[in-house]
């Protein structure tokens, strides 16, 4: 699932390898996907796009959006992005786009995911324009002031809950939230409200340190990048490690149901 890092890395690459290339050919909803989801008609997908050349791609939180001259591409967290050299094989895709000079970029959606097509200014998903408005974690305006404003909002709930639930740190969800919290010490049921100022602060210096390391590196080893090659960061807390020893204190690293996903970590370092 792109989060974060990954849409950092895919926007990144997509930079290098796309900027200047001609949309020539578009086929959408090929392969069908009952959680597929798009703008519109996909069927308008083609006259929308053929003929724009690609300016640039920008990372949203965990989204990837695509700029062809008036038009957008934005690509949700359950979607793979693939690119093409030329000649090579295509596999099943729900968006497919070639370009003049013969290759590709497809893209393929695991459980659900959003492949949004439009107009600039012609989307009014609120997930997007949060994911606009809101405060990396990567940047220098996400302080130590700022996180903890947003600790007030969250402050009812767990830490899972306050930092992978309701957009208040797009991008940041359940996928890189297992090593956040193994970094900080904090099991992901401990409450926001019990915590204490020593364990707040490093919370926040986990948030930070943790998602920067993963985007220097290229991305968590349990995602792959544009090119289809896993990413360099090695994950900790994922099902990577399951059952293997905390690198800490050598326990079993435990897997848990919580919050409608799947939560990894050390008994002993992380208790509630």
Not at 108 to 119: D, E, I, K, P, T
Not at 153 to 171: C, H, W
Request: aromatic share 10%.
């Amino acid at each position: 699932m792109i989060e974060l890092p990954e849409a950092q890395v895919l926007a990144d690459q997509i930079n290098a390898s796309l900027t200047g290339k001609t949309i020539t050919s578009v086929i959408a909803a090929f392969s069908p996907h009952k959680f597929a989801w798009y703008h519109g008609d996909p069927e308008m997908y083609e006259r929308l796009l053929v003929g724009k050349v690609i300016d640039s791609a920008r990372p949203y939180g965990g989204l990837v959006e695509i700029r062809a001259e008036n038009a957008r591409l934005v690509f949700g967290d359950g979607v793979t992005l693939t690119y093409l050299e030329p000649g090579s094989n295509l596999s099943r895709h729900q968006l497919f786009l070639g370009f003049a000079d013969g290759s590709a970029l497809y893209a393929q959606v695991q459980m659900y995911g959003g492949l949004w097509a439009f107009r600039e200014g012609d989307f009014a998903n609120p997930y997007y324009q949060v994911a606009q408005e809101k405060v990396s974690p990567l940047s220098d305006s996400f302080s130590w002031q700022y996180f903890s404003s947003l600790t007030a909002e969250g402050a009812k709930g767990s830490v899972k809950a306050f930092l992978a639930t309701q957009q208040r740190i797009p991008g940041l969800g359940n996928g890189v939230l297992q090593d956040i919290l193994f970094r900080a010490r904090l099991h992901p049921k401990r409450k926001v409200a019990a915590l204490t100022s020593p364990e707040l602060r490093g919370l926040y210096d986990s948030v930070r340190a943790t998602l920067k390391e993963m985007r220097e590196q290229g991305g968590r080893d349990t995602e792959k990048d544009l090119f289809g090659r896993p990413g360099g960061y090695r994950t900790i807390m994922s099902k990577n490690n399951l059952g293997a020893p905390c690198p800490n204190c050598g326990a079993e690293i435990k897997k848990e149901a919580y919050l409608g996903g799947s939560v990894y970590y050390c008994p002993q370092c992380q208790t509630i």
